[in-house]
Protein backbone atom coordinates (compact mmCIF):
# COMPACT_ATOMS: atom_id res chain seq x y z
CA UNK A 1 0.00 0.00 0.00
CA UNK A 2 1.31 3.76 -0.97
CA UNK A 3 2.00 5.90 2.20
CA UNK A 4 -0.99 8.65 2.10
CA UNK A 5 0.30 12.03 3.00
CA UNK A 6 -2.86 14.29 3.90
CA UNK A 7 -2.82 14.93 7.33
CA UNK A 8 -5.74 13.59 8.74
CA UNK A 9 -8.06 15.85 10.88
CA UNK A 10 -7.44 15.76 14.64
CA UNK A 11 -9.56 13.54 16.68
CA UNK A 12 -10.66 13.10 20.54
CA UNK A 13 -11.44 10.26 22.62
CA UNK A 14 -13.11 10.54 25.75
CA UNK A 15 -12.00 8.11 29.31
CA UNK A 16 -15.52 8.24 31.19
CA UNK A 17 -14.31 7.91 35.22
CA UNK A 18 -16.73 10.28 36.56
CA UNK A 19 -15.17 13.30 38.41
CA UNK A 20 -11.27 11.67 36.88
CA UNK A 21 -12.93 11.74 33.43
CA UNK A 22 -10.14 12.95 30.57
CA UNK A 23 -9.98 13.11 26.92
CA UNK A 24 -7.16 12.08 24.74
CA UNK A 25 -6.44 14.20 22.48
CA UNK A 26 -5.33 12.76 18.44
CA UNK A 27 -3.24 14.27 15.42
CA UNK A 28 -0.61 15.84 14.09
CA UNK A 29 0.91 18.85 15.17
CA UNK A 30 -1.14 18.77 18.69
CA UNK A 31 2.32 19.35 20.81
CA UNK A 32 2.57 22.82 20.04
CA UNK A 33 -1.12 23.61 19.56
CA UNK A 34 -2.71 26.12 22.19
CA UNK A 35 -6.01 24.45 22.36
CA UNK A 36 -4.77 20.96 23.04
CA UNK A 37 -4.03 22.69 26.08
CA UNK A 38 -7.38 24.62 26.89
CA UNK A 39 -8.88 24.40 29.74
CA UNK A 40 -6.04 22.81 31.89
CA UNK A 41 -5.45 24.40 35.46
CA UNK A 42 -3.22 27.88 35.04
CA UNK A 43 -1.28 27.49 37.75
CA UNK A 44 1.91 29.17 39.02
CA UNK A 45 4.21 26.51 37.85
CA UNK A 46 4.34 23.66 35.44
CA UNK A 47 6.98 21.25 35.09
CA UNK A 48 8.07 19.23 32.32
CA UNK A 49 9.37 16.13 32.94
CA UNK A 50 11.24 14.28 29.73
CA UNK A 51 14.56 13.22 29.44
CA UNK A 52 17.76 13.50 27.04
CA UNK A 53 16.92 12.21 24.08
CA UNK A 54 13.66 13.78 23.79
CA UNK A 55 14.37 16.95 25.38
CA UNK A 56 16.22 18.43 22.65
CA UNK A 57 13.08 17.38 20.03
CA UNK A 58 10.20 19.12 21.71
CA UNK A 59 10.79 20.59 25.33
CA UNK A 60 11.07 23.98 23.56
CA UNK A 61 7.80 23.75 21.48
CA UNK A 62 6.34 22.39 24.66
CA UNK A 63 7.77 25.22 26.73
CA UNK A 64 6.94 27.55 24.27
CA UNK A 65 3.08 26.85 24.16
CA UNK A 66 3.16 26.08 28.38
CA UNK A 67 4.54 30.21 28.82
CA UNK A 68 1.45 32.06 28.72
CA UNK A 69 -0.73 29.28 30.89
CA UNK A 70 1.79 29.54 34.16
CA UNK A 71 3.54 31.99 35.62
CA UNK A 72 7.00 29.36 35.02
CA UNK A 73 7.75 26.54 32.91
CA UNK A 74 10.53 24.39 34.23
CA UNK A 75 12.18 21.24 33.00
CA UNK A 76 13.60 18.91 33.90
CA UNK A 77 15.46 16.41 31.97
CA UNK A 78 16.08 12.30 32.89
CA UNK A 79 18.60 9.72 32.01
CA UNK A 80 16.74 7.70 28.93
CA UNK A 81 16.01 4.53 29.48
CA UNK A 82 14.25 1.31 30.84
CA UNK A 83 17.22 0.90 32.99
CA UNK A 84 16.58 4.24 34.91
CA UNK A 85 13.23 3.64 35.73
CA UNK A 86 14.07 3.45 39.31
CA UNK A 87 14.14 5.16 42.66
CA UNK A 88 16.56 7.26 42.07
CA UNK A 89 14.78 8.67 38.81
CA UNK A 90 11.72 9.23 40.67
CA UNK A 91 13.81 11.04 43.60
CA UNK A 92 15.48 13.74 40.91
CA UNK A 93 11.68 14.77 40.26
CA UNK A 94 11.10 15.50 43.57
CA UNK A 95 14.62 17.43 43.85
CA UNK A 96 13.64 19.37 41.12
CA UNK A 97 9.91 20.17 42.94
CA UNK A 98 11.52 20.93 46.22
CA UNK A 99 14.30 22.68 45.07
CA UNK A 100 12.18 25.05 43.05
CA UNK A 101 9.69 25.21 45.76
CA UNK A 102 6.74 23.56 43.85
CA UNK A 103 3.54 24.25 45.45
CA UNK A 104 0.47 21.68 45.12
CA UNK A 105 -1.18 23.20 42.13
CA UNK A 106 2.17 22.65 40.07
CA UNK A 107 1.05 20.89 36.88
CA UNK A 108 3.61 18.02 35.45
CA UNK A 109 4.10 17.25 32.30
CA UNK A 110 4.88 14.07 31.22
CA UNK A 111 6.99 14.66 27.49
CA UNK A 112 8.48 11.51 26.50
CA UNK A 113 7.53 7.69 26.31
CA UNK A 114 6.14 4.95 28.50
CA UNK A 115 9.13 5.39 30.85
CA UNK A 116 9.07 9.13 31.17
CA UNK A 117 4.90 8.67 31.39
CA UNK A 118 4.57 5.98 34.18
CA UNK A 119 7.91 7.83 36.27
CA UNK A 120 6.00 11.32 36.46
CA UNK A 121 2.29 9.72 37.00
CA UNK A 122 3.50 8.21 39.83
CA UNK A 123 5.84 11.39 41.28
CA UNK A 124 2.76 13.04 40.00
CA UNK A 125 0.67 11.01 42.51
CA UNK A 126 2.63 11.12 45.17
CA UNK A 127 4.53 14.48 45.53
CA UNK A 128 2.18 16.27 48.55
CA UNK A 129 0.16 13.78 47.92
CA UNK A 130 -1.04 14.82 44.63
CA UNK A 131 -0.60 17.05 42.00
CA UNK A 132 -2.41 17.02 38.55
CA UNK A 133 -0.56 16.03 35.34
CA UNK A 134 -0.45 15.81 31.59
CA UNK A 135 0.74 13.28 29.38
CA UNK A 136 2.24 14.43 26.06
CA UNK A 137 3.37 11.04 24.75
CA UNK A 138 6.26 10.89 22.25
CA UNK A 139 6.26 7.16 21.06
CA UNK A 140 3.13 4.67 19.72
CA UNK A 141 3.75 2.61 22.49
CA UNK A 142 2.87 5.51 25.06
CA UNK A 143 0.24 6.91 22.26
CA UNK A 144 -1.71 3.16 22.28
CA UNK A 145 -1.53 2.35 25.92
CA UNK A 146 0.79 3.59 28.74
CA UNK A 147 -0.08 6.76 28.59
CA UNK A 148 -3.93 5.96 28.93
CA UNK A 149 -5.46 4.81 32.04
CA UNK A 150 -3.59 5.70 34.87
CA UNK A 151 -1.05 3.15 35.44
CA UNK A 152 1.79 4.65 36.89
CA UNK A 153 5.16 3.23 38.14
CA UNK A 154 8.27 2.42 38.79
CA UNK A 155 10.46 -0.92 38.43
CA UNK A 156 12.23 -3.32 40.89
CA UNK A 157 15.35 -5.58 40.32
CA UNK A 158 13.49 -8.23 41.49
CA UNK A 159 9.84 -6.97 39.15
CA UNK A 160 8.31 -5.24 36.51
CA UNK A 161 6.67 -1.75 37.23
CA UNK A 162 6.57 -3.58 40.86
CA UNK A 163 5.79 -0.17 42.97
CA UNK A 164 3.44 2.36 41.62
CA UNK A 165 -0.14 3.61 41.55
CA UNK A 166 -3.18 4.31 39.67
CA UNK A 167 -3.28 8.05 39.14
CA UNK A 168 -5.17 9.42 36.26
CA UNK A 169 -3.87 12.41 33.95
CA UNK A 170 -5.87 16.10 33.68
CA UNK A 171 -5.63 14.85 29.75
CA UNK A 172 -3.73 13.13 26.59
CA UNK A 173 -2.34 15.35 24.03
CA UNK A 174 -0.80 12.16 21.02
CA UNK A 175 0.80 14.33 18.54
CA UNK A 176 1.15 12.10 15.65
CA UNK A 177 3.96 14.22 14.10
CA UNK A 178 6.25 13.24 17.25
CA UNK A 179 6.13 9.62 15.56
CA UNK A 180 8.24 10.70 12.73
CA UNK A 181 11.09 10.39 14.34
CA UNK A 182 11.18 7.59 16.26
CA UNK A 183 13.49 4.83 14.92
CA UNK A 184 11.93 2.36 13.17
CA UNK A 185 13.10 -0.34 16.56
CA UNK A 186 10.77 1.86 19.09
CA UNK A 187 7.54 1.91 16.12
CA UNK A 188 7.84 -1.90 16.15
CA UNK A 189 7.47 -2.21 20.26
CA UNK A 190 4.78 -0.18 19.38
CA UNK A 191 3.17 -1.89 16.89
CA UNK A 192 3.31 -4.92 19.77
CA UNK A 193 0.66 -2.93 21.67
CA UNK A 194 -1.80 -1.79 19.00
CA UNK A 195 -1.93 -5.78 17.81
CA UNK A 196 -2.53 -6.89 21.40
CA UNK A 197 -6.03 -4.96 20.80
CA UNK A 198 -7.00 -7.03 17.94
CA UNK A 199 -6.65 -10.56 19.33
CA UNK A 200 -8.08 -9.60 23.35
CA UNK A 201 -11.22 -7.20 21.69
CA UNK A 202 -11.83 -6.87 18.27
CA UNK A 203 -10.54 -9.19 15.26
CA UNK A 204 -11.66 -6.72 12.89
CA UNK A 205 -9.30 -4.47 13.99
CA UNK A 206 -6.46 -7.05 13.58
CA UNK A 207 -8.13 -7.80 10.03
CA UNK A 208 -7.56 -4.13 9.74
CA UNK A 209 -3.76 -3.82 10.86
CA UNK A 210 -2.93 -6.96 8.97
CA UNK A 211 -4.18 -4.99 5.56
CA UNK A 212 -1.95 -1.74 6.96
CA UNK A 213 1.05 -3.30 8.54
CA UNK A 214 3.05 -1.70 5.42
CA UNK A 215 1.76 1.86 5.91
CA UNK A 216 2.11 1.78 10.08
CA UNK A 217 5.78 0.56 9.42
CA UNK A 218 6.31 3.50 6.93
CA UNK A 219 4.13 5.88 9.74
CA UNK A 220 1.61 6.95 7.30
CA UNK A 221 -0.52 9.50 8.48
CA UNK A 222 -3.59 8.26 8.07
CA UNK A 223 -2.78 4.64 9.44
CA UNK A 224 -1.38 6.10 12.34
CA UNK A 225 -4.16 7.54 13.16
CA UNK A 226 -6.81 5.14 12.87
CA UNK A 227 -4.71 2.63 14.90
CA UNK A 228 -3.80 5.38 17.75
CA UNK A 229 -7.54 6.34 17.96
CA UNK A 230 -9.17 2.64 17.56
CA UNK A 231 -6.66 1.28 20.49
CA UNK A 232 -7.29 4.46 22.51
CA UNK A 233 -11.03 3.79 22.04
CA UNK A 234 -10.56 0.45 23.14
CA UNK A 235 -8.46 0.72 26.35
CA UNK A 236 -10.97 3.63 27.60
CA UNK A 237 -13.55 1.07 27.12
CA UNK A 238 -11.76 -1.37 29.54
CA UNK A 239 -10.63 0.99 31.51
CA UNK A 240 -14.14 2.65 31.78
CA UNK A 241 -15.23 -0.59 33.33
CA UNK A 242 -12.82 -1.18 35.40
CA UNK A 243 -10.29 1.32 36.26
CA UNK A 244 -8.21 -0.66 39.61
CA UNK A 245 -7.86 -3.77 37.70
CA UNK A 246 -10.03 -5.27 39.84
CA UNK A 247 -11.18 -8.23 37.09
CA UNK A 248 -11.54 -7.19 33.00
CA UNK A 249 -8.41 -5.02 32.95
CA UNK A 250 -6.20 -7.74 33.27
CA UNK A 251 -7.17 -8.45 29.67
CA UNK A 252 -4.68 -5.09 28.39
CA UNK A 253 -1.63 -7.41 29.80
CA UNK A 254 -1.98 -10.02 27.45
CA UNK A 255 1.57 -11.07 26.39
CA UNK A 256 3.03 -9.22 29.51
CA UNK A 257 3.40 -12.25 31.70
CA UNK A 258 5.67 -13.90 29.56
CA UNK A 259 7.02 -10.44 28.15
CA UNK A 260 7.72 -9.42 32.00
CA UNK A 261 9.50 -12.01 32.73
CA UNK A 262 11.65 -11.65 29.17
CA UNK A 263 12.44 -7.91 30.22
CA UNK A 264 13.29 -8.91 33.43
CA UNK A 265 15.08 -11.74 33.24
CA UNK A 266 17.31 -10.21 30.61
CA UNK A 267 18.01 -6.55 32.40
CA UNK A 268 15.96 -4.24 31.68
CA UNK A 269 16.67 -2.61 28.60
CA UNK A 270 17.77 -5.37 26.88
CA UNK A 271 14.97 -6.11 24.74
CA UNK A 272 12.60 -3.12 24.43
CA UNK A 273 8.90 -3.65 26.27
CA UNK A 274 6.91 -3.40 23.40
CA UNK A 275 9.56 -6.52 21.89
CA UNK A 276 9.04 -8.40 25.09
CA UNK A 277 5.20 -8.48 24.55
CA UNK A 278 5.23 -9.51 21.07
CA UNK A 279 7.04 -12.57 21.84
CA UNK A 280 5.34 -12.94 24.86
CA UNK A 281 1.52 -12.71 23.15
CA UNK A 282 2.82 -15.66 20.70
CA UNK A 283 3.64 -17.61 23.92
CA UNK A 284 0.41 -16.67 25.53
CA UNK A 285 -0.85 -17.74 22.38
CA UNK A 286 1.01 -21.27 22.36
CA UNK A 287 -0.35 -21.70 25.65
CA UNK A 288 -3.83 -20.91 24.96
CA UNK A 289 -3.36 -23.41 21.82
CA UNK A 290 -2.62 -26.02 24.54
CA UNK A 291 -5.31 -25.64 26.66
CA UNK A 292 -7.75 -26.15 23.28
CA UNK A 293 -8.79 -22.45 23.74
CA UNK A 294 -7.66 -21.64 20.06
CA UNK A 295 -6.64 -23.62 16.48
CA UNK A 296 -2.81 -23.77 15.29
CA UNK A 297 -3.99 -21.82 12.89
CA UNK A 298 -4.69 -18.34 14.84
CA UNK A 299 -1.48 -19.11 16.56
CA UNK A 300 0.30 -18.96 13.39
CA UNK A 301 -1.73 -15.53 12.32
CA UNK A 302 -0.72 -13.83 15.25
CA UNK A 303 3.10 -15.06 14.70
CA UNK A 304 3.28 -14.08 11.29
CA UNK A 305 1.75 -10.48 12.49
CA UNK A 306 4.23 -9.84 15.26
CA UNK A 307 7.29 -11.21 12.79
CA UNK A 308 5.50 -8.36 9.81
CA UNK A 309 5.52 -6.16 12.50
CA UNK A 310 9.75 -6.10 13.14
CA UNK A 311 9.41 -7.94 16.52
CA UNK A 312 11.23 -11.22 17.80
CA UNK A 313 9.03 -14.35 18.29
CA UNK A 314 12.08 -16.26 19.21
CA UNK A 315 11.98 -16.42 23.07
CA UNK A 316 15.30 -15.67 25.10
CA UNK A 317 17.20 -18.70 27.23
CA UNK A 318 17.12 -16.77 30.25
CA UNK A 319 19.45 -18.91 31.96
CA UNK A 320 21.39 -21.70 30.28
CA UNK A 321 21.30 -24.25 32.98
CA UNK A 322 17.63 -23.89 34.40
CA UNK A 323 15.91 -22.18 31.72
CA UNK A 324 11.93 -22.63 32.69
CA UNK A 325 12.53 -22.42 36.02
CA UNK A 326 13.95 -19.02 35.64
CA UNK A 327 10.75 -18.48 33.60
CA UNK A 328 8.51 -19.40 35.97
CA UNK A 329 10.17 -17.80 38.94
CA UNK A 330 10.42 -14.41 37.40
CA UNK A 331 6.77 -14.80 36.19
CA UNK A 332 5.59 -15.95 40.11
CA UNK A 333 5.91 -12.39 41.02
CA UNK A 334 3.40 -11.04 37.93
CA UNK A 335 0.91 -8.72 40.24
CA UNK A 336 -1.94 -11.01 38.74
CA UNK A 337 -0.01 -14.03 40.70
CA UNK A 338 -2.47 -14.98 43.62
CA UNK A 339 -0.51 -16.92 46.28
CA UNK A 340 2.86 -17.86 43.97
CA UNK A 341 -0.07 -19.38 41.65
CA UNK A 342 0.93 -17.65 37.83
CA UNK A 343 -2.12 -16.31 36.13
CA UNK A 344 -2.29 -15.66 32.16
CA UNK A 345 -4.08 -13.34 29.98
CA UNK A 346 -4.85 -16.61 27.28
CA UNK A 347 -7.56 -16.28 24.00
CA UNK A 348 -10.67 -17.84 24.32
CA UNK A 349 -11.56 -17.63 20.84
CA UNK A 350 -10.62 -14.78 18.62
CA UNK A 351 -11.92 -11.42 19.87
CA UNK A 352 -11.92 -13.01 23.80
CA UNK A 353 -9.28 -13.04 26.00
CA UNK A 354 -9.86 -14.69 29.84
CA UNK A 355 -7.38 -14.87 32.45
CA UNK A 356 -6.54 -18.39 34.44
CA UNK A 357 -3.64 -20.57 35.44
CA UNK A 358 -2.19 -23.43 33.66
CA UNK A 359 -0.54 -26.45 34.71
CA UNK A 360 3.30 -25.82 35.59
CA UNK A 361 4.51 -28.38 33.03
CA UNK A 362 2.03 -27.19 29.89
CA UNK A 363 3.97 -23.73 30.53
CA UNK A 364 7.63 -25.42 30.53
CA UNK A 365 6.42 -27.21 27.44
CA UNK A 366 5.61 -23.57 26.17
CA UNK A 367 8.20 -22.23 26.98
CA UNK A 368 10.64 -24.60 25.59
CA UNK A 369 8.95 -24.40 22.10
CA UNK A 370 9.22 -21.07 22.15
CA UNK A 371 12.92 -20.47 23.04
CA UNK A 372 13.40 -23.61 19.95
CA UNK A 373 11.89 -21.23 17.75
P1 LIG B 1 10.59 4.58 26.26
O1 LIG B 1 9.84 5.51 27.11
O2 LIG B 1 11.87 4.03 26.78
O3 LIG B 1 10.84 5.26 24.84
C1 LIG B 1 11.52 4.55 23.87
C2 LIG B 1 12.74 5.33 23.35
O4 LIG B 1 12.31 6.29 22.40
C3 LIG B 1 13.51 6.09 24.39
O5 LIG B 1 14.88 6.05 24.09
C4 LIG B 1 12.98 7.51 24.25
O6 LIG B 1 13.87 8.48 24.71
C5 LIG B 1 12.82 7.59 22.76
N1 LIG B 1 11.84 8.53 22.25
C6 LIG B 1 10.64 8.86 22.81
N2 LIG B 1 9.96 9.63 21.96
C7 LIG B 1 10.73 9.81 20.87
C8 LIG B 1 10.53 10.48 19.65
N3 LIG B 1 9.38 11.08 19.35
N4 LIG B 1 11.54 10.47 18.75
C9 LIG B 1 12.70 9.82 19.00
N5 LIG B 1 12.92 9.12 20.12
C10 LIG B 1 11.93 9.12 21.06
O7 LIG B 1 9.70 3.30 25.89
P2 LIG B 1 8.16 3.13 25.49
O8 LIG B 1 8.13 1.98 24.58
O9 LIG B 1 7.54 4.39 25.08
O10 LIG B 1 7.47 2.72 26.86
C11 LIG B 1 7.81 1.54 27.52
C12 LIG B 1 7.44 1.69 28.98
O11 LIG B 1 6.02 1.87 29.09
C13 LIG B 1 7.78 0.48 29.82
O12 LIG B 1 8.42 0.90 30.99
C14 LIG B 1 6.44 -0.13 30.15
O13 LIG B 1 6.43 -0.81 31.36
C15 LIG B 1 5.55 1.06 30.15
N6 LIG B 1 4.13 0.76 29.90
C16 LIG B 1 3.23 1.26 30.75
C17 LIG B 1 1.88 1.06 30.54
C18 LIG B 1 0.87 1.70 31.43
O14 LIG B 1 -0.31 1.36 31.32
N7 LIG B 1 1.26 2.62 32.28
C19 LIG B 1 1.47 0.32 29.42
C20 LIG B 1 2.43 -0.18 28.56
C21 LIG B 1 3.78 0.05 28.81
N1 LIG C 1 -1.15 -1.75 29.83
C1 LIG C 1 -2.02 -2.42 30.73
C2 LIG C 1 -3.01 -1.55 31.39
O1 LIG C 1 -3.03 -0.35 31.22
O2 LIG C 1 -3.80 -2.04 32.13
Not at 303 to 321: H, Y
Amino acid sequence: MQPNTTTPDAQSVAIDLGDRSYRIEIGAGLLGEPGSYAGLPSTATALIVTNTTVAPLYAQALQRVLSPLYGRVLCLELPDGESYKTWDSLNLIFDALLSNGCDRKTVLYALGGGVVGDMTGFAAASYMRGVPFVQVPTTLLAQVDSSVGGKTAINHPLGKNMIGAFYQPLRVVCDLDTLKSLPPRELSAGLAEVIKYGPIADMAFLDWIEEHMDALRACDPQAMAHAVKRSCEIKAHVVGLDERESGLRAVLNFGHTFGHAIEAGMGYGQWLHGEAVGCGMVMAARLSQALGLVDAAFVARLKALVERAGLPTLAPVLDAQRNSARYLDLMRVDKKAEAGAIKFVLIDGPGRAVVRAAPDAMVVRVIEESCAG
